[in-house]
């Protein structure tokens, strides 16, 4: 039986391979890296197909056109806009690229060591959005993003010194900063759709919750529900969170406990059916979520009404 061939993406493990491949100088310093990349400058069509950074990516791309690949799908884009990966992510390049006019900061995770911004990195949820979850900026952001970038590229070009380090982590982190602020702006100006996005949501957990194959499913997941709204977990929260004030899985339970409310108060069902039939393996797990979110275990509530 012939056995298929399904090749690894490959993996960039530093900075220095990743300009090699690109045939760029090579990077001032072994841990981070700022290209500029202006019109046609860098063929991508070298890049492997798929393949794996072991790096933080930060890019502005100012005037993208053509498709970018992202795992197995890919997206077309008719404007430009700011894109961020994490270590470990797969990605890839379509065969259509032709303007990637902007700006790319490439961070390894180690330049990080030390620094407050280690850890703190790793809250901002646009590294684990998808391709298509692009920040969009008005020219008023851009002008803002482009000086930062204009700032780290100062410093690690023109003045390494015993602050270059403390200086740039510092732009980094108002580079996070000032995206994760046009991020809520971008949820909140696209309020119309995100709204219709919230109501599909909610009829998604509507119609999760009132299936009878909710006891062999189990509960709905954050996963699930992003996948049947194609958005990536973290956009999904991201936006409900600005929207409502509340994450994907703080509504989840919000649902689920609305749900056993009614049963509990309306039904001879005991206890155990209900917890099973929400789709909970174990009664002490149904227990304490729902003493959480109403102080009452549900036998209390239950009496509450009696």
Do not use: W
């Not at 430009?80 to 992510?89: A, I, L, T, V």
């Not at 949820?125 to 391709?131: E, K």
Request: charge should be neutral.
């Amino acid at each position: 039986m012939k056995r298929e061939n399904h090749s690894a993406p490959h993996r960039f493990e530093s900075l220095s391979e990743l300009h090699r491949i690109l045939e760029l100088p090579p990077p001032v310093h072994p841990l981070i890296s700022l290209i500029e990349i202006k019109d046609t400058e860098i063929d991508s069509r070298k890049l492997p197909s798929t393949f794996v950074y072991n790096f933080y990516k930060i890019s502005l791309k100012l005037n993208l056109r053509g498709k970018v690949k992202y795992g197995q799908g890919y997206y077309d884009f008719e404007e430009g806009g700011m894109f961020f990966k994490g270590p470990n992510q797969v990605a890839g390049i379509g065969d259509h690229n032709d303007d990637h006019t902007g700006f790319t900061i490439i961070i390894h995770p180690d330049f990080l060591l030390n620094y407050p911004l280690a850890r703190k990195i790793k809250q901002y949820g646009f590294f684990s959005y998808s391709v298509n979850e692009a920040l969009h900026l008005s020219e008023k952001e851009k002008t803002i993003i482009i000086s930062i970038f204009r700032n780290i590229e100062e410093e690690l070009y023109n003045r390494i010194d015993d602050f270059s380090h403390d200086i740039i982590i510092s732009h980094i982190e108002a580079l996070l900063n000032y995206s994760n602020r046009f991020y809520k702006r971008q949820f909140i100006t696209r309020k119309a759709f995100n709204h219709d996005l919230v109501q599909q949501f909610d009829d998604i957990l509507d119609e999760c919750f009132s299936t009878e194959a909710l006891p062999e499913r189990g509960l709905p997941t954050v996963q699930y529900l992003a996948d049947r709204l194609n958005l990536s977990p973290s956009y999904l929260s991201d936006m409900l969170r600005t929207i409502t004030g509340k994450s994907a899985q703080h509504h989840i339970h919000d649902k689920l406990i609305e749900r056993a409310k009614e049963q509990i108060s309306t039904t001879n069902l005991t206890i155990s059916e209900i917890a099973y039939g929400l789709g909970f393996e174990h009664l002490s797990s149904f227990n304490k979520l729902f003493k959480s979110k109403t102080s009452l275990s549900p036998m209390e509530f239950r009496r509450s009404f009696n």
